[in-house]
């Protein structure tokens, strides 16, 4: 069996590995998904604050009512807000 020297390990692991920089629009892409990541998480939060404790432990107290007002706004928006963080992290798997 071959095993590798020690000299051969160390030099790899000490090797830094050639990075190519960012282009412009890949960093455009990485900064905007951030934000829409933070922006997401925001608006979940908000929508669950409405809920109540009940539903996280299983108590069956469902009422089904329309939304409406600032609920209905959060809703939309959570949806919109979804759809853009799913293409721009497919754009950014793509150009990355």
Known sequence: MFFPSRQCYTYWLTQPE???????????ILIAQIILGIVLTVLVVMQTQNSGAGGMFGSDTTVYR?????????????????????????LAAALI
């Not at 050639?18 to 455009?28: A, D, F, Q, W």
């Not at 007002?69 to 293409?87: C, D, H, P, S």
């Open 66 to 90: 329309t939304r409406r007002g600032l609920e209905k706004t959060l809703y939309q928006a959570t949806i919109v807000i979804t759809a853009f963080f799913f293409v721009i992290s497919i």
């Open 18 to 28: 050639e990075t190519k920089p960012l282009s412009t629009i890949s960093l455009v």
